[in-house]
Structure formats: structure tokens, C-alpha cells
């Protein structure tokens, strides 16, 4: 049971916009700011949102963070067929004193 | 060109030990803290613990289900960190990535290794 709560999938059409999001509680994502990673089979994580609603440099402005109380969410427009992959939320939290993760979205573009 | 290369893993029976090496190059290695984070076949991210930099006494955390088994050490002078997996378990079986990030700086940055692989069985 991961300690911040994603739904296991979504899915969108190309050109859509999805929103995927990340649940968790006062002593990571309120306290800490979250960030989200994009995974491709066989592949490690690649940062894609910092900070809560921060791209690094090279990331496409299709993808969007943000976050209020508790929850965040990434959002993903126009949405194309590379962008099928596994999307991750990560926080630090303070009680468990350690990086915490979604369980994983699994994203499919229809 | 900033890299992170995993090595030391394999195959060890359920009771045995394994130390991994992160070997580091492309960035300030002795001002980062660095993490270790694993993956097991079809599930996902599991941080595994972190040991900060001297400049903050070179603390470690750990998960807590590793507590106790593994241990984060790193060498400066190498620009390497280490993983040493003592007493494992099955469960234990996954990729294992080297990552460091920091985004509380001028150029935020954020890298992972390419994985190793670590399976436990008998």
C-alpha cells in the first residue's frame, strides 16, 4: 500500500487533456511540495514536474502540476501516443522521515 | 555530461548480502545527497533510504522495512555511494536505481542511473 494514493490507470484520446491524481496527508503533500515523474517500459524515471507545478527545462508545457491541501494533480493536454507510460507522485514526508511515491498511473492513449 | 552508473548486482540466496556502487561524475557528487530507490517486476517505486552530504553530518534514512538489514555509506574522494543489503529477502528482489535531485537551488537537477538488477532466491 503506497502512502500516496493514485488511481492504477487513465486514459485519454490523442489530442485530450487527462488529469491524473496523487492523495496524501498533512505530513508529506501539505507539508512538502510534490513532484511527478513519467516512466517508459524498461526505462527509468524521468522527472517531468518539480517543486508542485515546476517543468525542468526540456519538458513539454502540455504538462502541468499543481496542488491544494492534500492532493495534487498532473495534468497532461494534447495529449499524444509517446505519453503513454507510467506516471508517478513522490513527496517527502515528515513523519516517516523519507522520499514517499504513488502507487503508479498507468496512462494509455486510445 | 552527468552520470550514474549501478553496479554489484545479481543474484544471492534468501540470508546473504550484496553491496551496490553508484558511481557518480557530471555534478558536484560531495555536495548532494544521494537516494537509492527500488522497483520490483510490474509494481512501483519503493524509496529505499538517502545519505546526505558531510556538510549535513552525512545522515542516513532508511524505509522501513530495510531498517536494520542496509546500509547507505558513500566516499567522497571516489564519488561513489554504496548500498550494502544484509539479510535478504525474497521481497527484496527488484531494480535498483541511484538518484539524487535537489530543487531548492539556482539549476534544480534531478538524475537517475540506468537500474540494477538484485534478485533474491534460493
Known amino acids: 500500500q503506497s502512502v500516496l494514493t493514485q488511481p492504477p490507470s487513465a486514459s485519454g484520446t490523442p489530442g485530450q487533456r487527462v488529469t491524473i491524481s496523487c492523495s496524501g496527508s498533512?505530513?508529506?503533500?501539505?507539508?512538502?511540495?510534490v513532484g511527478w515523474y513519467q516512466q517508459l517500459p524498461g526505462t527509468a524515471p524521468k522527472l517531468l514536474i518539480y517543486?508542485?507545478?515546476q517543468r525542468p527545462s526540456g519538458v513539454p508545457d502540455r504538462f502541468s502540476g499543481s496542488k491544494s491541501g492534500t492532493s495534487a494533480s498532473l495534468a497532461i493536454s494534447g495529449l499524444q501516443s509517446e505519453d503513454e507510460a507510467d506516471y508517478y507522485c513522490?513527496?517527502?514526508?515528515?513523519?516517516?522521515?523519507?522520499?514517499?511515491f504513488g502507487g503508479g498511473t498507468k496512462l494509455t492513449v486510445l | 555530461e552527468v552520470q550514474l552508473v549501478e553496479s554489484g548486482g545479481g543474484l544471492v540466496q534468501p540470508g546473504g548480502s550484496l553491496k551496490l556502487s553508484c558511481a557518480a561524475s557530471?555534478?558536484?557528487?560531495?555536495?548532494?545527497?544521494m537516494h537509492w530507490v527500488r522497483q520490483a517486476s510490474g509494481k512501483g517505486l519503493e524509496w529505499v533510504g538517502r545519505?546526505?552530504?558531510?556538510?549535513?553530518?552525512?545522515?542516513?534514512a532508511y524505509t522501513a522495512s530495510v531498517k536494520g538489514r542496509f546500509t547507505i555509506s558513500r566516499d567522497d574522494s571516489k564519488n561513489t555511494a554504496y548500498l550494502q543489503m544484509n539479510s535478504l529477502k525474497t521481497e527484496d528482489t527488484a531494480v535498483y536505481y541511484c538518484?539524487?535531485?535537489?530543487?531548492?537551488?539556482?539549476?534544480?537537477?534531478?538524475?537517475w542511473g540506468q537500474g540494477i538488477l538484485v534478485t533474491v532466491s534460493s
Open positions: 517543486s508542485n507545478n
Open positions: 513522490a513527496a517527502w514526508d515528515d513523519s516517516l522521515n523519507g522520499r514517499v
Open positions: 545519505i546526505r552530504s558531510k556538510a549535513n553530518s552525512y545522515a542516513t
Open positions: 557530471g555534478f558536484t557528487f560531495s555536495g548532494s545527497a
Open positions: 538518484t539524487t535531485y535537489d530543487y531548492g537551488v539556482d539549476s534544480p537537477f534531478d538524475y
Open positions: 498533512s505530513s508529506n503533500i501539505r507539508s512538502n511540495t
